[in-house]
């Protein structure tokens, strides 16, 4: 069986047909071609696939696409400016070396930006504590913590 | 050269690479489609260990969506996976290498050991379908301890393999450390269990293969750490096809620390069904799927010795080993609890003779290889443990005892093979001692003690052998590879560089270093120089990123690449500036008549050998783009110290992690910022052996217990601290960069640091002996126990 969605994906409305078994981070990926979206485990343990769903930090492999019907969804794609200017977050974890091999990077930036929502002045303390759900296996985290705390500052100015 | 007078090298550049991570365009291979896609999935074993009575297809192949269903009958023509080193046994026998099929051939003998292979148009349908398989197992009784399996009644998993023996193999001579044993004042022993560990690159392994009909050629995109590695083995060992018929592409590929080093049987089913079917077929591995088929790491078990002197001086090491191999041997397991592993033994110290054994057995688990470190975490456990041990037991200071048998005298040979070629073992255990604060410990563990907290402070003074390797002594040792490097450097006709490399960065930033060290020599702008790995049809050959060997071997190959078109670019200049070759020097990206002003620029130059108007074309050929292939003369030696400060509740057995110091010694570093991100990575990977993963079977039905994230405890933030890094430098002394390796040594010093830590802490309440992982409950159990 299949479910007509309408929603708006980094700004853009999209209509789509999907199979109702279909997830969120794959229709992201296969039907909307946003690779950057990507898939670490299959328990919503590892949090490589958190895209912004209303401006709320979500696992898209614990989502059905056609939950989110109707609603606004922001992935990694949807940051940078139109001309390519990094979001400050982004850019945050380029002079932090907040990120190796980039496969985490996109579910640890999506995660970044719900945590300064909610905690704009968060220490590394609560930084540590609100990134649990995101699995880095290169950084030790150490410079992804620092990262968060750099782009909550350049967010804030 | 030193590391900081070559314009960016020596700078924490930032990555080059990090844009198009930072914005969703990495390319990883889930991340590619081919025309006429269609998707694979694996049936797999449930069993541990039992006998195929029969597979039952034909309603999967009625499915919705399938392509086609094969099986291990199916894959005629197909031979087994080969492993990559030969041991030859203490019986001078070659080691038991028993068949490993790519899918089963009438017998499974782990959970997860792929039995059939459904392709179809959908992953889904290609799951569905693969449940309408029907398979008839008998059950068989399985064994999964390594130490198990070589006892007497044991279940027989191979038939080429009786008592589950793969090899009995030793290093050392054995009559001088018995007799040092027999003088000395005190032996230190110990009994370790190196936890078995799961790689867990978060990108889980993927494949996408097809075939070109036209070209009669296969393509494969693969998620894995040398592609050139993976076609030599894939096609000259195990499908009979000429090199030359099949590229491997490792894109963007997330994650490795060993996991990806390997061919696997997926790799092989997918490239052959690929021109069964004539589909391009993907498969992504399922997290869950990758914890019963992902090569595992460690899984040793040991009793080591430690002979010294009145004065703690040590006179001898004796070390027996069994390792598990799982149910079959990946591609270098063999050479993982042997030439990776007894080689290390000496440590930084002068230990005269050592004498190691190892039994490697087969038991119903996934195959064991290579994880970061490699044999080398599980040398440096072995020896910092008996050291601390000693120390302890001889009440020496941990510091000292150290310091007593430091080596100090360079070149090295140790008793195991090995030649150190330069070290400063004093200079990282001071440094670390300093930035560690060790001074203020005895304060530090008084003001826990008020609070009812136990406080350790633990030691570790590695050292790995890196850059692999000289192939003459790996061929002599059993590598039936070389192990040099390659490095093409192009230089475009307006100046532009592109870097080949057979390297593979999968999160090392290989495009950022290896640009940097290409701006250093050639006095070019970073944003012209690109850097180009993993693609068997650009590069022209490759061994690959694993052994911390990327900067020391292949940026050699990039370095002496480089020299070649220097060399050619001086008699263009010669000729250009109409000079002698002799009086052209090459400085700052220009070519200048020595004691004129009458120069050139690179960029000029590289035009000039493409638009050869005025040339010397009688003498040399047109063009600007050499090739360079590197082989070392020796290992290399990364050493350094690690303290670990931790705090244990005896209440809850809880262990904290409250300080982490690593001073390590990498030779000449290219960028700090790189180095320290891998410091702060392996480090995190050793704590979490220490602290919390753990691979467990079940003894019973050997299912693995420890299957997803939910059950393998992987560090998160917040289970570790941010961690204090310091370096010294003594420049290697074999090759041009001066560079040792970085990418390993934090999970090789770490375990240990942080062990002995928890050692340190819980001596006061009588505990002795602690495996890894320190979690609550073994700590809280081993506090009652010394109590009762």
Redesign the interface.
Known sequence: MSVQLSLTVNGKAVKADV?E?TLLVEYL?NQLA??????????G??G?CTVLVDGRAVKSCNMLAAQVNGGKVQ???G??AADGT?HPM?AA???C?G????????GM?MSALDLVARHPNAD??K???E??G????????????RAVKTGAAAMAK | MGANDMGPVGQSI??K????????????T??VVMPRQSYGFFLRSPHAHAKIRKIDTAAAKAAPGVVAVYTGDDLTGVNGLPCGWLITGTDSKPMNEPPHPVLAQGKVRHVGDPVALVVAESA?EAKDAAEAISVDYDVLPSVVNCVDALKAGAPQIHDGAPGNKCYTWALGDKAAVDAAFAKAAHVAKVDIVNNRLIP?????RAVNASYNRAEQAYTLYVSNQNPHVERLLMTAFVLGLPETKVRVIAP????G?GSKIYLYAEDVALVWASKQANRSIKW?C???EAFVSDAHGRDHVTHAELACDKDGKFLAMRVITTANMGAYLSTFASCIPTILYATLLAGQYTTPVIYCEVTASFTNTVPVDAYRGAGRPEATYVVERLVHQAAVDMNIPQDEIRRRNFIRKFPYATPVALTYDTGNYDATLDEAMKMADVAGFAARKAESAKRGKLRGLGYSSYIEACGLAPSNVAGALGARAGLFEAGQVRVNPTGGVTIFTGSHS????HETTFAQIVAGRLGIDMANIEVVHGDTGRIPFGMGTYGSRSLSVGGTAIVKALDKVIAKGRKVAAHVLEAAEADIEFKDGKFTVAGTDRSKAFAEIALAAYVPHNYPLDTLEPGLDETAFYDPTNFTYPAGTHICEVEIDPDTGLTQVLAFTACDDFGNIINP??V??QV??????GLGQALLESCVYDPDSGQLLSG???DYA?????D?P??KVGTKVTPCTHNPLGAKGCGEA?AIGAPAAMMNAVHDALLGVGVKDIQMPASPHRVWRAIQSAKA
Do not use: W
């Open positions: 199979d078994r990926r946003l690779t950057g979206t990507h898939v670490g485990c299959d328990t343990q590892c490589a992935t990694i794609e940051l940078a990094l982004q974890f380029k002079e070396h990120l190796q091999c980039g496969f985490c990077t996109p930036v590394e303390k930084i540590r504590e990134l649990e995101n699995l880095c296996r290169c950084t030790g985290y150490q410079n992804i913590v | 930032r990555r690479e990090d844009s198009r991570f930072l914005q969703g365009s990495g390319q990883y889930d991340d889904h867990n690159a978060i990108e889980p963007d590929v997330g994650g620390f992504t399922e997290r869950g999968h999160g090392q930033g910022m790189i320290e991100g702060h990575g392996g480090v995190a990977q997803s994230y939910m992987m560090p998160r933030a917040d570790i941010s961690i934090g």
